[in-house]
């Protein structure tokens, strides 16, 4: 299987005419690109091979289609915006605007009812790392369990270790494997068929060797995703993998 890239550009950039050129640079096959909101159109309009995915979704999806929900956006207006992917449950959107693994678990039934593909983000902070990749796993899997209550189909869950965003540290390749199988395993008994994803400071200097573990299926980028060169390079150590 392709090993898929996933650029989270989160709050960036500021105009769209950046934004098109960004999307220019990282149209390729195994990419999904997840502009703000107001960029999604900019966006599809200028990519042939890459797809489309949001970073944020609502979960309540009116069968009209509509609703009296201020600031929100539905899962079948970023399918009509074109897009096929939704990020749900980032750290940052659990820290900063106070998501709840209930909440999320709304978001995750909604989009997946709606025939999106969910990016289901999950990961422990320093605090519980620090007790070991045990504690790390009892973290992940209450998260994932609440997260996932209900839902069947295809799901991509990101494993993000909080202490590994932004913070030019990423975990150890040999655990994140670890704890891709062992999310693998918790899921199979589910109706849910799972790819795991890595992100947290993945780089063109670190994506080889965190993609050589065949049980992660990918990454989700951040900061590198805003750099066209940088990302570049990384499309193509990526897509020499399989
Ligand atoms: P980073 O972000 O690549 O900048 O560490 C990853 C993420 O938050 O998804």
């Given amino acids: 299987m392709n090993k898929l890239l996933v650029a989270n550009w989160k709050m960036n950039p500021t105009t769209a005419r950046e934004a098109i050129k960004l999307a220019k640079a990282s149209n390729h096959k195994n ?16 990519i042939t091979a890459a ?4 970073q944020d979704v609502f979960w309540e999806s009116p069968p009209a289609g509509g609703g009296a929900y201020t600031g929100e956006v539905s899962p079948a207006m970023l399918k ?23 909440m999320i678990n709304k978001k995750v ?5 709606a025939g999106l593909k969910v990016i289901l983000c999950v990961g422990e902070p320093k605090a519980v790392r620090k007790n070991g990749l045990a504690a790390a796993k009892a973290f992940v899997k209450k998260q994932l369990l609440a997260d996932t209550r209900g839902a069947h189909g295809k799901l991509i869950v990101a494993y993000e270790p909080v202490w590994a965003i932004g913070s030019g540290t990423p975990d150890d390749p040999k655990d994140t494997a670890e704890m891709a199988r062992f999310i693998r395993n918790l899921l199979k008994s589910s109706k849910i068929d799972v790819v795991v994803i890595y992100g947290g ?7 080889g060797r ?6 992660i299926g990918g ?4 900061g590198a ?4 060169h940088e990302f570049k390079t990384m499309i193509q150590i990526v897509s020499h993998k399989k």
């Fill in 51 to 54: 797809s489309l995915g949001a």
């Fill in 80 to 102: 009509n915006a074109g897009a096929r992917y939704v990020i749900i449950g980032h750290s940052e959107r659990r820290r900063y605007v106070g998501e709840t693994d209930g």
């Fill in 210 to 215: 965190i993609m050589s573990y065949g049980e």
């Fill in 201 to 207: 400071s993945v780089t063109s200097k670190n994506i």
């Fill in 31 to 46: 990419v999904v690109i997840c502009p703000p909101f107001p960029f999604l159109n900019a966006v599809k309009k200028n």
């Fill in 225 to 228: 995703s805003l750099h066209s």
């Fill in 109 to 113: 039934l909604a989009t997946l009812f």
């Fill in 219 to 222: 990454a989700l980028v951040g």
